[in-house]
């Protein structure tokens, strides 16, 4: 525009300005104008594989290119009214704030570049009308007004500009958001069709069974009842496990199963599991191993149980030869527990859909007899819940490794009192302060002797401290307490409380709550859960490994 506007405006002012004087205006203000466009056009040329430090370069020189544009337009008014009668100094004024009003359109979005422009512009307007006109003091300051206005209006267009440009990004993140919730619900349509189907042909097996057999038993001869009861049973079993597995299906698809988090032992859970499926891995000729004991997490123990025997009994179920191995190992402050079989394998096509609803890979004609086909549906559902990371690792014809990884609970293992302890680690805890704080009478003082005949010096509450504690004694090196103190009060409270005069005060918290949830003493640093009865060596290893740390 301001390279058709410029020859336009010298031809409008050729009869009362020299023409000297009009080139040496229009000429710079084109050219600048030419420059200006060129620059803006390789700009969004190349704006799509910008990197962020090439968009402020650019950015830096389309604002000092729009700063000079200003400055020669800021100079009409001189160059085209200067000497002349103030009928011509008024229109140059008002081809100048024309421009502004252009620019304002242009580049108000970004203040950062108006604002500056505007004022030169704007001054360079005002300063002639105060110096050069007799009445210049008046339209001076008006000028100054209106880039007063100009800035305000500049800055409400950035943030309607801004606002806009929020909106639009929400929008389009809104968009993308509803075509995946609409992909997921036609997946979970499509998944839910084939789930139907699965399920009602699975349940018409066994009631067709149980059907015919009913029909024919008052009839049968005495001799085939038996033999016809045994079957009416098969089904009955088939009918439950079904029911049973679309239950938990339908508890975990509704948020009915809510997790109760808590320290707990692996080790137990898998040496059960492993003593149950032992029958049936040695009727197989299967081999079944634990590796691996105690090993904690925090989470939910009954649904870990479930978790863990659902992969036990895919992988004992697939294993006509070989072994099975259950697993249990610490890998980098989380626990990892592997089904290790040498069965059949899962087919790489097949691994994205083994934890859908109904698939079976191995039973194409769904016999009842090889599973429902909810076992690993269930699985994937229950890990979610648990916060679980799961995934299989299979070869076909060679095996499949089930992982689980879940986080280590801050936790020492419990045993009879008794054990020895070993000299050489009692020897390295000689001299530990240690403050307890236990409430049991009996407890307090069998820890205080076993704490003294290792050489600790033992300070022994029965409820937490107060007062100024540097009064107590020589500052602890360790803190043993209790969970449950009298009043309410906790060992988290107890460890709280000291350490606002001891911030790194290593802590135990020793329990005889099985069912007690970690909750917030999982988030302090330094705080390890031990559970009564304690094993003597247990508790000296941890003074021993406070004492170093």
């Known amino acids: 525009m301001i390279l058709i506007a410029a020859p336009l405006v010298a031809v409008s002012f050729s009869e009362f300005v020299p023409l000297w004087r009009l080139l040496a205006w229009a000429l ?16 969004l040329k190349g704006l799509d594989g910008a990197t962020a430090e090439g968009l402020e370069q650019r950015q830096q020189w389309l604002c000092c290119s729009t700063l000079v544009n200003q400055t020669l337009m800021g100079a009409t008014v001189w160059w085209l009214g200067w000497g002349q009668p103030a009928g011509i100094a008024t229109v140059a004024t008002t081809v100048q704030l024309l421009y502004l009003a252009g620019a304002m359109v242009n580049a108000s979005t970004h203040p950062r570049t108006f ?15 105060i110096f050069e006109t007799e009445y210049g003091l008046a ?27 929020k909106m639009r990004f929400e929008n389009l993140e809104l968009v993308k ?24 042909h699975d349940l018409r ?11 024919l038993l008052h009839r049968a001869p005495a001799s085939e009842v038996p033999r016809m009861v045994s079957q009416i049973n098969e089904a009955a079993k088939s009918l439950d496990k079904l029911f049973e597995g679309l239950l938990d299906i339908s508890k975990l698809e509704t948020g009915a199963v809510v997790p109760k988090f808590q320290p707990v032992n692996v080790g137990t859970i898998a040496q059960a599991l492993v003593r149950e499926y032992l029958p049936q891995c040695q009727a197989k000729g299967v081999g079944l191993s634990l590796q691996g004991q105690d090993v904690w997490v ?9 978790l863990i025997r659902n992969l036990l009994d895919n992988a004992v ?24 079989d040498t069965g059949v394998g899962i087919a790489a096509s097949a691994l994205p859909h083994v934890f859908e609803e109904y698939f079976q890979g191995h039973n194409p004609a769904r016999d009842p007899m090889q599973g429902t086909g909810l076992g690993l549906a269930i699985v994937r559902r229950v890990s979610d819940l648990l916060n679980v990371k799961l995934w299989l690792d299979s070869n076909p014809g060679r095996g499949t490794a089930c992982h689980l990884r ?33 409430d049991n009478e009996m407890v307090r003082d069998a820890t205080v002797q076993a704490l003294r005949s290792w050489g600790c010096e033992v300070s022994a509450w029965a409820g937490i401290p107060r007062g100024d504690l540097r009064h107590l004694g020589p500052d602890p090196h360790v803190l043993i307490t209790d969970l449950r103190l009298a009043a309410g009060e906790t060992g988290v409270d107890a460890i709280e409380h000291l350490r606002q005069h001891w911030p790194e005060l290593p802590a135990t918290i020793m329990t005889g709550d099985p069912y007690w949830e970690w909750g917030h003493a999982g988030a302090l640093p330094r705080v390890t859960l031990m559970q009564k009865p304690v094993k003597s060596d247990a508790l000296v290893q941890w003074l021993a490994s406070a004492r170093l740390s």
């Open 28 to 43: 710079p203000v084109m050219a600048m104008a030419w420059f200006n466009a060129v620059l803006s056009r390789t700009a």
């Open 115 to 129: 604002v500056p422009g505007a004022w030169i512009n704007v001054s360079a307007a005002a300063l002639y009308w």
């Open 139 to 165: 339209v001076g300051f008006s000028l100054f007004a209106v880039g007063g206005i100009l800035t305000k209006f500049s800055g409400q267009i950035n943030a309607d500009f801004r606002e806009s440009l």
């Open 177 to 200: 958001q509803l075509e995946a919730e609409k992909r997921s619900a036609q997946e979970a349509n499509a998944a839910k069709s084939r789930f139907l189907a699965a399920a009602s």
């Open 205 to 215: 097996q066994p009631l067709h069974a149980l059907m015919l057999i009913a029909s």
């Open 298 to 306: 925090l989470t939910d123990a009954f649904l870990l149980e479930r």
């Open 317 to 340: 179920k697939y294993t006509e030869r070989g072994e099975v191995r259950l697993e249990l190992e610490r890998v980098e402050g989380e626990v990892e527990v592997r089904v290790v």
């Open 406 to 438: 879940m986080p280590c609970a801050p936790f020492m293992g419990s045993a009879a009192i008794g054990h020895g302890v070993d000299t050489a680690v009692s020897e390295s805890v000689k001299g530990t302060r240690v403050w307890l704080i236990e």
